[in-house]
């Protein structure tokens, strides 16, 4: 068994999902919560305080996505692994840009509606 901080260890495959998923209840979490609380004009459509606040969000999460993707790729082109570590390192890195993509293309409506109606 790879130590947990090893590339290799099979644990990282659902990684990705797993940070989007949180992103996603995060997002809509806040969202609902902002809403809630302290809801901004409909006037002022979507620049809002909290799509800005969820844009951040947003960022933070794929540029931490791709990261991650970037690593699992460097390690799976390492050729002194063997070939099923290197399978494991691929995958997490597919799974790592595949939730990038998510997150991207869940969070494009922040830019163009209003948050709270």
């Not at 809403?35 to 800005?52: D, I, K, S, Y």
């Not at 790592?96 to 109606?117: D, E, K, R, Y």
Request: net charge positive; charged share 5%.
């Amino acid at each position: 068994m790879q130590p947990l901080r090893s590339p290799y260890n099979p644990i990282h495959i659902p990684l990705g999902l797993v940070l989007w998923s949180i992103w996603f209840v995060a997002i809509y979490g806040g969202l609902s919560v902002g809403c809630a609380l302290l809801p901004p004009a409909p006037e002022q459509g979507q620049w809002t305080w909290l799509n800005g606040s969820l844009m951040v969000l947003s960022v933070l999460t794929v540029v931490a996505l791709l990261g991650l993707a970037r690593l699992f790729q460097r390690a799976a082109g390492n050729e002194q692994a063997a070939q099923s570590e290197r399978f494991v390192a691929r995958l997490a890195a597919g799974v790592n840009l595949i939730g990038a993509i998510a997150t991207v293309f869940v969070a494009l409506p922040i830019l163009s509606l209003p948050p709270c109606l």
